[in-house]
């Protein structure tokens, strides 16, 4: 009921910058956290950047300092700034959110997925 479509990904050099944008549609009450995970070759999906409905954040450790989470809500949209790009960031980039229900239950969703590469 809920579509997750990110865009913004791509080809970029070490030490660019990307800017990564995810827009829930659908059957929509509300959407508590919002987040970004990766997933490399041989790699778990990991969580990258999460941000709640009131806008607290929390990041991986590999990013802190470089990567920057926000929301509009008014949109139901998440972003991810990534700047100061590693080859290490390269990975596929999904979105996630977890939305309520009138009852106070929560769903997840998760977007395609886009793909980022860091060239060195």
């Known amino acids: 009921q809920v579509q997750l479509v990110e865009s913004g990904g791509g080809l970029v050099q070490t030490g660019g910058s990307l800017r990564l944008s995810c827009a829930a549609s659908?059957?929509?009450?509300?959407?508590?956290?919002m987040g970004w995970y990766r997933q490399a070759p041989g790699n778990q999906r990991d969580l990258v950047a999460v941000i709640t409905r009131g806008g607290t954040s929390n990041y991986a450790d590999s990013v802190k300092g470089r990567f920057t989470i926000s929301r509009d809500n008014t949109k139901n949209t998440v972003y991810l700034q990534m700047n100061s790009l590693k080859p290490e960031d390269t990975a596929v980039y999904y979105c996630?959110?977890?939305?309520?229900?009138?009852?106070?239950?929560?769903?997840?969703?998760w977007g395609q997925g886009t793909q980022v590469t860091v060239s060195s």
């Open positions: 996630n959110a977890r939305t309520r229900t009138w009852a106070g239950t929560e769903n997840e969703y």
């Open positions: 659908g059957s929509i009450f509300g959407i508590n956290d």
